[in-house]
């Protein structure tokens, strides 16, 4: 599932969705940009 690969990258889940839902509300948004072993979060 995504959450067990958020996880996998160690990233918190909750901080990772909410990064995803944000990102994707924009209309040029590269989904694949959005995958969890390519999300670094701060």
Do not use: C, G, R
């Amino acid at each position: 599932s995504i959450i067990e690969t958020a996880k996998a990258n160690d990233l918190v889940p909750f901080d990772y969705l909410m990064h995803v839902l944000d990102t994707i509300s924009h209309a040029d948004v590269d989904v694949d940009a959005l995958l969890p072993w390519k999300v670094q979060l701060t």
